[in-house]
């Protein structure tokens, strides 16, 4: 992107300015001349003021405004002196000889030179002619003292009003007033500069010899000055570098990093370029983008030569091309055919990588140009940008990976539900919002034979099959294990069946796993808007429902009808189901790791519940849980539980591996006086110790009815068995009662452990909850746990035990002694041999 440039004329034009000034200049000497034809016998005098003139001409420093540099010098004081004791003729020839010399020696363009020359003609004409006009000059009284002020003040006023014309005719009326308001504050310096000329004057009038002290003291101003702006420039670049560093740690994460940072860059190193460039990497694509001067907006080229780049960051130090770096001499040729006069180039490093480079080129100001202090501020600089860089690229990628399916790449329910949202609101007349839910049969089958990595290989299949049918105009996601969305717009419900039809029939073709050719078959729900909702939340769920429903449908392909929803009729029908379950001992008990984050030991397992219907198929825990509680079969679920953990519990004991179990308890179960005695006599019946056991409660459950679940909690404490609340945080009065309840633990909810590192509110919140149990010197255990990044966090924070899939996912038992095989191993503690994970994968 280009941005637009502030309409510029040709530098040919300051002879526009040039030409009337050098008239000025010329005519009024001739006026004096023949005024005064014998002036040039006070040559002596003129040898001596062109001298201190010459030397008052070297800039004290540079003020830039635009793309010039405006010199501050000293000339008052020799030009109050020289108006005093030469005549005019003389005046205006030395004043123009001086700045010659020191314009040719800094080696300006011809077309900077005559200006300059011919301002500093004009303005010494200016100067006698006002003392031409005053009073004749009589000693060094106070009248005298009037004079020469006003004529010193005159000439110092011409040369900004000559150079804001000159910036007005090239590059604008804004330059022209910048340049103005410039000059206008150097005038203060000028008077200054003025009075003391005229101190200089009174003191000369009075002893010539006194000479040789205003000498030495004109000296010592000069390098008080010269040190004055030294200072000056350093202290404004340090405020300019940590304003710079503020507003790119500030705006370096939302994705504006280059404009935040060009502008300033530019502004700071005071040059025509400024430029970031960062290679292609991954899914980011290559930046180049420059700021230039005048121009609005950012381009998307660089003047950088590619070889100067290329040294920058196979060396992986800064690289300065210019007048006053001779170590890089042999680049020097490339600057011209690119229009630069120097260089400054700084790779951009992020450990042991280089991430890119930031550039400045051109330093403004005529015959300024880089030194090695800039390259030590462009480093300084380049060393924020980099961690801004990184930064920016980290929030992307987490953006990325939360809105994200990690095996598919595909958008995940988050991003779906987000897409529909916005879908639901733009629907043209007469079209559709459809839904359509896809459930991949037979990948348990595929998981338990072949491994989860077969698995992994056929869902991707499967998503990059769907993106290939879906079409061009369709959103394509994944919202569980073996669960896929695509949203489109359709023309009507019934197109929309028809579709999900053929989608299905693509999608059934062969799919290569290793070395054997499956057939998948997918069950398609379809939820259309606006006939099942405008709630992007309510249709996807109730796609999922239709795909539920599609199971059992020959064709595999079910619409969404209200029927489907009706949660609590099927829930009544299984009550009696699960009655015979329980009696037969149909339903299985999974078990989920529980490992502690600091030394990755095993520590326990938590014991769930699992019901595999011989026709509904897999039901889900919250659904016969609930048939359970409304049911009165809760306590005989959790007896089948306990009863199985405290089994294998003591299994694990006797084989020298001992795990605690965690068993989770419904309010309603608190509630029993008689479950405290059912616990004490299991743990005899299985010789276990109290210890070994603990009962998870759900935070809101707990506090649900606290006064009455207050007395059971207590006699589960005195048996010995530890306690731990439940999806802690939740809940509306955790502070005001955890400390009257007798738990020894508390689990952090999945919603925000899983959130924790991509949500900024969700780590305060954890981070509250461990420091919280600290103080009530609790165990803290964190599930949910998916994520590498999630584990290093909590670890940092001090959490001590972690549950969820990046460990293992809850497993049968005959699957968790294959898990404890091929994932751990023993290792000897003072406490005892204990289990310990290989890695974590």
């Given at each position: 992107?280009?941005?637009r440039?502030?309409?510029?004329?040709s530098?040919?034009?300051?002879?526009?300015?040039?030409?009337?000034?050098?008239?000025?200049?010329?005519?009024?000497?001739?006026?004096?001349?023949?005024?005064?034809?014998y002036?040039?016998?006070?040559?002596?005098?003129?040898?001596?003021?062109?001298?201190f003139l010459?030397?008052?001409?070297?800039?004290?420093?540079?003020?830039?405004?635009r793309?010039?540099?405006?010199?501050?010098v000293?000339?008052?004081?020799?030009?109050?002196?020289?108006l005093?004791?030469?005549?005019?003729?003389?005046?205006i020839?030395?004043?123009a000889?001086?700045?010659?010399?020191?314009?040719?020696?800094?080696?300006?363009?011809?077309?900077?030179?005559?200006?300059?020359?011919?301002?500093?003609?004009?303005?010494?004409?200016?100067a006698?002619?006002?003392?031409?006009?005053?009073?004749?000059?009589?000693?060094v009284?106070?009248?005298?003292?009037?004079?020469?002020?006003?004529?010193?003040m005159?000439?110092?006023?011409?040369?900004?009003?000559?150079?804001?014309?000159?910036?007005?005719?090239?590059?604008?009326?804004?330059?022209?007033?910048?340049?103005?308001?410039?000059?206008?504050?150097?005038?203060?310096?000028?008077?200054?500069?003025?009075?003391?000329?005229?101190?200089f004057?009174?003191?000369?009038?009075?002893t010539?010899?006194?000479?040789?002290?205003?000498?030495?003291?004109?000296?010592?101003?000069?390098?008080?000055?010269?040190?004055?702006?030294?200072f000056?420039?350093?202290?404004?670049?340090?405020?300019?570098v940590?304003?710079?560093?503020?507003?790119v740690?500030?705006?370096?994460?939302?994705?504006?990093?280059?404009?935040?940072l060009?502008?300033?860059?530019?502004?700071?190193?005071?040059?025509?370029?400024?430029t970031?460039?960062?290679?292609?990497?991954?899914?980011?694509p290559?930046?180049l983008?420059?700021?230039?001067?005048?121009?609005?907006?950012?381009?998307?080229?660089?003047?950088?030569?590619?070889?100067?780049?290329?040294?920058?960051?196979?060396?992986?130090?800064?690289?300065?091309?210019?007048?006053?770096?001779?170590?890089?001499?042999?680049?020097?040729?490339?600057?011209?055919?690119?229009?630069?006069k120097?260089?400054?180039?700084?790779?951009?490093?992020?450990?042991?990588?280089?991430?890119?480079?930031?550039?400045?080129?051109?330093?403004?100001?005529?015959?300024l140009?880089?030194?090695?202090?800039?390259?030590?501020?462009?480093?300084?600089?380049?060393?924020?940008?980099?961690?801004?860089v990184?930064?920016?690229?980290?929030v992307?990628?987490l953006?990325?990976?939360?809105?994200?399916?990690?095996?598919?790449s595909?958008?995940?329910?988050?991003?779906?539900?987000?897409?529909?949202?916005?879908?639901?609101?733009?629907?043209?007349?007469?079209?559709?919002?459809?839904?359509?839910a896809?459930?991949?049969?037979?990948?348990?089958?595929?998981?338990?034979?072949?491994?989860?990595?077969?698995?992994?290989?056929?869902?991707?299949?499967?998503?990059?099959?769907?993106?290939?049918?879906?079409?061009?105009?369709?959103?394509?996601?994944?919202?569980g294990?073996?669960?896929?969305?695509?949203?489109?717009?359709?023309?009507?419900?019934?197109?929309?069946?028809?579709?999900?039809?053929?989608?299905?029939?693509?999608?059934?073709?062969?799919?290569v796993?290793?070395?054997?050719?499956?057939?998948?078959?997918?069950?398609?729900?379809?939820?259309?808007?606006?006939?099942?909702?405008?709630?992007?939340?309510?249709?996807?769920?109730?796609?999922?429902?239709?795909?539920?429903?599609?199971?059992?449908?020959?064709y595999?392909?079910?619409?969404?009808?209200?029927?489907?929803?009706?949660?609590?009729?099927?829930r009544?029908?299984?009550?009696?189901?699960?009655?015979?379950?329980?009696e037969?001992?149909?339903?299985e008990?999974?078990?989920?790791?529980k490992?502690?984050?600091?030394?990755?030991?095993?520590?326990?397992?938590?014991?769930?519940?699992?019901?595999?219907?011989?026709?509904?198929?897999?039901?889900?825990?919250?659904?016969?849980?609930a048939?359970?509680?409304?049911?009165?079969?809760?306590?005989r679920?959790?007896?089948?539980?306990?009863?199985?953990?405290?089994?294998?519990?003591?299994?694990?004991?006797?084989?020298?591996?001992?795990?605690?179990?965690?068993?989770?308890?419904?309010?309603?179960?608190?509630?029993?006086?008689?479950?405290?005695?059912?616990?004490?006599e299991?743990?005899?019946q299985?010789?276990?110790?109290?210890?070994?056991?603990?009962?998870?409660?759900?935070?809101p459950?707990?506090?649900?009815?606290?006064?009455?679940t207050?007395?059971?909690?207590?006699?589960?404490?005195?048996?010995?068995?530890?306690?731990?609340?439940?999806?802690?945080?939740?809940?509306?009065?955790?502070?005001?009662?955890?400390?009257?309840?007798?738990?020894?633990?508390v689990k952090i909810?999945?919603?925000f452990v899983q959130?924790?590192?991509?949500?900024?509110?969700?780590?305060?919140?954890?981070?509250?909850?461990?420091?919280?149990?600290?103080?009530?010197?609790?165990?803290v255990?964190?599930?949910?746990?998916?994520?590498?990044?999630?584990?290093?966090?909590?670890?940092?924070?001090?959490?001590?035990?972690?549950?969820?899939?990046?460990?293992?996912?809850?497993?049968?038992?005959?699957?968790?002694?294959?898990?404890?095989?091929?994932?751990?191993?023993p290792?000897?503690?003072?406490?005892?041999?204990?289990?310990?994970?290989?890695?974590?994968?």
């Amino acid at each position: 992107m280009t941005g637009r440039s502030v309409p510029r004329r040709s530098p040919q034009y300051a002879w526009l300015i040039t030409n009337p000034l050098a008239c000025v200049a010329l005519f009024t000497a001739i006026g004096f001349w023949i005024a005064d034809p014998y002036w040039y016998k006070s040559w002596l005098g003129g040898l001596v003021a062109l001298v201190f003139l010459t030397i008052a001409n070297i800039g004290v420093f540079t003020v830039v405004i635009r793309r010039q540099g405006f010199m501050v010098v000293v000339t008052e004081i020799p030009l109050v002196l020289s108006l005093y004791f030469l005549p005019k003729v003389m005046v205006i020839l030395v004043s123009a000889l001086a700045i010659m010399v020191v314009q040719l020696y800094q080696r300006l363009a011809p077309l900077k030179l005559w200006f300059n020359v011919a301002k500093a003609a004009a303005a010494a004409s200016a100067a006698v002619l006002v003392i031409a006009v005053c009073p004749p000059i009589r000693g060094v009284g106070p009248g005298t003292w009037a004079i020469l002020f006003a004529a010193v003040m005159a000439s110092a006023a011409l040369g900004p009003v000559a150079f804001a014309g000159v910036m007005t005719i090239v590059q604008g009326r804004h330059a022209g007033q910048e340049a103005l308001r410039a000059g206008t504050a150097m005038l203060v310096a000028a008077a200054a500069n003025t009075v003391l000329g005229l101190v200089f004057l009174i003191v000369l009038d009075t002893t010539p010899w006194a000479a040789l002290l205003l000498a030495g003291l004109i000296a010592a101003l000069f390098i008080v000055f010269r040190s004055f702006a030294e200072f000056f420039r350093q202290h404004r670049t340090l405020t300019d570098v940590y304003e710079l560093t503020l507003a790119v740690r500030e705006h370096g994460s939302d994705g504006g990093l280059p404009d935040v940072l060009l502008g300033r860059v530019r502004a700071l190193m005071r040059s025509e370029y400024a430029t970031l460039w960062l290679p292609a990497q991954g899914r980011h694509p290559e930046v180049l983008l420059t700021s230039r001067m005048d121009d609005s907006g950012l381009m998307d080229i660089s003047p950088t030569p590619a070889e100067v780049r290329d040294r920058a960051v196979a060396t992986e130090h800064a690289v300065a091309v210019g007048d006053r770096f001779a170590e890089t001499e042999d680049l020097r040729p490339l600057l011209s055919p690119a229009g630069l006069k120097d260089l400054v180039v700084v790779p951009l490093r992020s450990g042991q990588v280089t991430v890119g480079t930031l550039e400045v080129a051109n330093r403004i100001g005529g015959q300024l140009t880089y030194r090695a202090t800039d390259v030590q501020v462009m480093e300084t600089v380049a060393a924020h940008a980099a961690v801004a860089v990184e930064n920016s690229r980290l929030v992307e990628r987490l953006r990325y990976d939360a809105y994200h399916d990690r095996l598919t790449s595909l958008p995940n329910r988050r991003r779906l539900t987000d897409a529909l949202a916005e879908s639901v609101k733009v629907r043209a007349p007469g079209e559709v919002v459809a839904v359509l839910a896809f459930d991949v049969d037979g990948l348990r089958d595929v998981n338990e034979s072949m491994g989860h990595a077969a698995g992994d290989k056929l869902l991707s299949e499967v998503a990059k099959r769907l993106r290939a049918i879906a079409g061009p105009g369709a959103l394509v996601g994944r919202i569980g294990g073996d669960e896929f969305v695509v949203t489109l717009r359709s023309e009507s419900t019934e197109v929309t069946v028809q579709l999900a039809t053929q989608m299905r029939e693509q999608l059934r073709g062969p799919m290569v796993v290793g070395t054997l050719t499956l057939d998948v078959d997918t069950a398609v729900g379809v939820a259309v808007q606006p006939d099942h909702g405008d709630d992007p939340e309510a249709l996807l769920r109730r796609a999922e429902l239709a795909a539920n429903a599609a199971k059992v449908v020959p064709y595999g392909v079910q619409l969404f009808h209200p029927a489907l929803e009706s949660r609590a009729v099927r829930r009544l029908g299984l009550a009696g189901e699960l009655r015979k379950a329980l009696e037969n001992g149909e339903l299985e008990v999974f078990f989920q790791p529980k490992v502690t984050i600091g030394d990755r030991h095993l520590v326990g397992v938590e014991c769930l519940a699992r019901w595999n219907h011989p026709a509904h198929g897999e039901v889900a825990p919250e659904d016969f849980i609930a048939v359970a509680e409304h049911t009165g079969q809760l306590s005989r679920l959790t007896e089948v539980v306990l009863t199985e953990g405290l089994r294998r519990c003591r299994e694990w004991a006797d084989a020298d591996r001992p795990l605690a179990i965690a068993v989770n308890l419904s309010a309603r179960t608190l509630l029993d006086p008689r479950f405290p005695n059912m616990v004490h006599e299991l743990l005899k019946q299985h010789h276990v110790a109290a210890e070994q056991v603990t009962f998870e409660i759900s935070e809101p459950g707990m506090l649900g009815d606290i006064e009455r679940t207050l007395p059971v909690l207590y006699q589960l404490r005195d048996l010995g068995v530890r306690l731990s609340v439940d999806d802690f945080g939740t809940g509306a009065s955790s502070l005001s009662y955890l400390r009257q309840l007798p738990v020894h633990e508390v689990k952090i909810d999945d919603s925000f452990v899983q959130g924790m590192a991509t949500d900024s509110g969700d780590l305060a919140i954890v981070r509250a909850v461990i420091s919280l149990a600290r103080e009530f010197r609790l165990t803290v255990v964190a599930e949910g746990v998916e994520s590498e990044l999630t584990l290093d966090l909590l670890e940092e924070m001090g959490c001590e035990i972690g549950q969820g899939y990046l460990f293992s996912r809850p497993l049968p038992y005959e699957r968790l002694e294959a898990w404890f095989s091929a994932q751990t191993e023993p290792e000897s503690t003072p406490t005892g041999e204990v289990r310990r994970l290989r890695a974590v994968i």
